[in-house]
């Protein structure tokens, strides 16, 4: 079992920063993969960033390469987020997730088997 837990939302206006945090426990953050969901009010939950076991990162689209990254601390069993230059449309919830490690799809909620509870992003004028 992993078990995640998210931290660092706030509420910040459009063209501010934010830098989220995961902390795992029950796996080592490079023996298993890892992701960052945003999930919009009333909208389905969408893929933005993994990171895979072995520090490999992908991101949604070339707007969220340009803006967030990804990244991790092994000593701290931790991933995290910075969010630059945020939009309104970043506002939501953001999910940590994890998985064993497996080659493939990864943008689908489906494909990941633990998740977090999220901390909530605002960014509003």
């Known amino acids: 079992q992993v078990q995640l837990v998210e931290s660092g939302g706030g509420s910040v206006q459009p063209g501010g920063s934010l830098r989220l945090s995961c902390a795992a426990s029950?796996?080592?953050?490079?023996?298993?993969?890892m992701a960052w969901f945003h999930q919009a009010p009333g909208k389905e939950r969408e893929f933005v960033a993994r990171?895979?076991?072995?520090?490999?990162?992908?991101y949604s689209g070339e707007d969220v390469k340009g803006r967030f990254t990804a990244s991790r601390d092994t000593a701290k069993n931790s991933i995290f987020l910075q969010m630059n230059s945020l939009k309104p449309e970043d506002t939501g919830v953001y999910y940590c997730?994890?998985?064993?490690?497996?080659?493939?799809?990864?943008?689908?909620?489906?494909?990941?088997?633990?998740w977090g509870k999220g901390t909530q992003v605002t960014v509003s004028a």
């Open positions: 997730a994890a998985r064993q490690p497996k080659v493939g799809y990864f943008t689908n909620p489906a494909e990941w088997s633990y």
């Open positions: 029950g796996r080592a953050v490079n023996r298993i993969d």
């Open positions: 990171m895979n076991w072995s520090g490999s990162t992908a």
